[in-house]
């Protein structure tokens, strides 16, 4: 249960909001929403956990929350993305609404449950389970008959709702339709409504030369432009959580018109809401667009960070704070703020005050895909933990056996921060000088002769006597051979990181050595 009092989390600040502005509710709906159009990326994920992240401040308050994820799949196809297979064929849809277009990856029915899969299959991972609504299907079935009639009949009122915030040049002129129409014929959206009965029938005509009358109530072809639909659905669904990128959220931009409509055309207030920033990529200038393909997915993400880390990401930054998600160095520095917080969570290091305590447990909890866990993970500073998969030339469990005191209950969590570490050595972003492999296939280095009688010294005399030794008595004996043997050693360190992993540096080398062990150095060093 979070803290009543204090609120310090920004979930906490805003489900609070929630509850005092809409009062007592049998059922809290909170929403967010995508289109379709091309890989669901990172950033989209923003709004996905941010809802998520407050509906469960609302459960923790014992409030019952509906959590909805609408997929636009209605809307139209507008452009094909740069990553996408088979683009010629995916041209030939441009103008239809999305779930008619093809998935040319092959796997699903259509382009649009192709990306619906692909988000609904992972977010289980982190711990989201939204109820998921196809627009599509519930335009089709004619649920949005009635907001859809009331648009037209209300159409002077919402074009001048819709003005409110526009300068002369970009005001709508002539006449407005709210309601738009795929052609029956075609399956595009080239129409034109021409006129309106008042009643439940409309007629458009269709640049392929198409024209037709068409009864709203059992038309499977016309559907709200999405400034309409939006506040519409935010009274279908009796939204009172719906939060929006900082465009959207822009000084009369989308949301402020949104809500005018919806108070006014459909008779209810606006969901609370907040602005969300874009999410950036170390070293991938401007933000990322699902249309143009220039993305990282959430699987992309989860290759390198644990499920827990990829929340903490999210729950520790406040959701109007741009930041960059980094698959360099700055990996290390992520998993140990969030070990940091999991032990000031766990009380086994001791916060600055009570109020550091309160937020980052919170956070912590937050975190979790499943909530509290049963204990502390086992952990391993991820720097160290990256040393030890490369001497082990990434066996997972070789490393898992290197800490018989780990619990049951910690092994998996272990085992995945294993193979995000492993996964960020071999391909996802860590630096060339970083990366190592032991010498284990007998090769020898070219070393010079002073370097080669230093390093029979240290296999005859020092490697017996490694394990007795502590790191830095270990490396003060280093030293003691370079010095007996007249060696710079900056030289002799060189020479035994050429000897080991083929480059000239490495992680510190005492260390290093003693991590790796007498026997396996012993194998490696003795060809010389």
Known sequence: ?????????????TAEKIIRECGDLEQYTCASGITPSGTVHIGNFREIISVDLVVRALRDRGKNVRFIYSWDDYDVFRKVPENMPNPEVLAQYLRFPITMVPDTFGRDESYAKHHEHDVESVLPEVGIFPEYLYQAERYRAGMYAEGMKTAMDNREKIKELLNTYRDEDHKITGEYWPVSVFCTACNKDTTTVDSWSGEWSLHYTCECGNAENLDLRTASVAKLGWRVDWPMRWAYENVVFEPAGKDHHSQGGSFDTARLVSSAIYNKEAPISFRYDFIGLKGLPGKMSSSKGKVISLPDVLEVYQPEVVRYLFASTRPNTEFAISFDLDVIKTYED???????????????????????????????VAGMPFCIAYQVPFRHLCNLLQINSGDIEAVISLFPDMKPEQVERFRRRCTCAWNWIRDSGAPEDFKFALRTDGSKAELSQTITQAIQKIVSELLPKMDSMDEKEFSTALYDVARHFELEPKDLFVGIYTALIAKSQGPRLAGFMKIIGAERLRAILSVY
């Not at 249960?1 to 600040?13: P, S, Y």
Request: aromatic share 12%; proline share 0%.
């Open 1 to 13: 249960m979070a803290n009543e009092k204090k609120l310090l989390h920004w979930a906490d600040q």
């Open 338 to 368: 969030y070990d940091k917080t999991e032990r000031i969570a766990w009380g086994v290091q001791k916060a600055k005050n009570e109020t550091e305590y309160e937020k980052e447990k919170r956070i912590y909890e937050l975190s979790q």
